[in-house]
């Protein structure tokens, strides 16, 4: 499994990890099963956030690392309702509860919302003084957000900004990934495989993601995800609510797709014009 370093936490995250968003739906020994199929396959970078399933997913999250804590790189996020200074810490620490830890590597905000980025940033600087997180980030941020919060926070602060990237979404190579790369923020894809919008194997696009996992001895979403963490500040967090379909996510950690295979898919997936806004879900 690749790893590269995190933004400038310094600290060094498989370029795949786990993602829970709706995984509580799924029968919680067989979610708690795919989760810890995960560790031992070096997915360490596990993402959630007090919004999925209202606290399940961080609870099923908590229950699944129990005693490997120090295996994960733990991710969470607040909610913008949540965001002011005391709201902030409210949430952090019902979210350390859930998840059965006494810090978070990580900590992000979901999205914007009405509370100023100086008072939610305020309340994130506190906790990181006190241990209970030890980085955090932003998420579903454009590149206007980021340029404000770097202008409340100075540089090297914002860890990551987690962004909805797969193959038939690519808006965020316009602008917000050569940003975040010049500004050594770590950019991680949600929903890496679309929402029931993977291309179809009898499709153009599925027919060249077939030959190229042929030749890697791979499958289509495996080099999907391979294609989409090819940058060096990339990372991806499939979900995946069984053993094997983490097992499959994590076989990509090891795919090195070839220039020219990158502009296969890049010509069989082209990203379009630069949108107007940032998409998210």
């Known amino acids: 499994m690749q790893e590269r370093p995190f933004g400038g936490t310094g600290r060094q995250v498989p370029i795949i990890g786990q993602g829970t968003w709706n995984l509580e739906l799924a029968p919680r020994p067989q979610a708690i099963a795919a989760l810890q199929r995960g560790l031992d396959l070096g997915l360490r970078h596990i993402d959630t956030a007090e919004m999925y399933g209202d606290g399940d997913a961080e609870a099923l999250v908590g229950e699944a690392i129990d005693g490997r804590r120090d295996e ?17 810490r409210s949430a952090c620490e019902r979210s350390l509860k859930l998840l059965r830890t006494d810090r978070l590597d990580c900590y992000l905000l979901h999205w914007r919302g009405s509370y100023p ?13 006190e241990g209970k997180i030890l980085s955090f980030g932003v998420s579903n941020f454009d590149v206007d957000d980021l340029e404000e919060a770097i202008d409340v926070l100075g540089p090297g602060r914002i ?26 923020i770590a950019v991680v894809a949600y929903s890496p495989f679309g929402q029931d919008a993977f291309p179809s194997p009898d499709s153009a696009g599925g ?15 495996q080099v999907a995800l391979a294609f989409l963490t090819r940058s060096n500040d990339v990372f991806a967090i499939p979900k995946a609510s069984t053993a094997d379909h983490t097992q499959a996510n994590a ?22 014009a630069k949108p107007r806004g940032l998409p998210m879900l």
Not at 117 to 129: G, I, K, N, V
Not at 207 to 221: K, S
Not at 256 to 263: A, K, R, T, V
Request: aromatic share 6%.
């Open 72 to 88: 994960v790189f733990l991710v969470s996020k607040v909610v913008p309702s949540n965001a002011s200074k005391r709201g902030v």
């Open 117 to 129: 980025l100086e008072e939610t940033f305020a309340a994130f600087e506190d906790l990181q003084r």
């Open 159 to 184: 860890a990551c900004n987690q962004v909805l990237y797969h193959l038939k979404e690519r808006a965020i190579e316009h602008a917000v990934i050569p940003w975040c790369e010049e500004n050594q």
């Open 207 to 221: 027919r060249v993601l077939a030959a190229i996992a042929d030749a890697h001895g791979a499958t289509a979403r």
């Open 251 to 272: 076989g990509a950690g090891d795919i090195m797709l070839s220039d020219d295979e990158i502009i296969q898919i890049d010509k069989a997936f082209p990203r379009g």
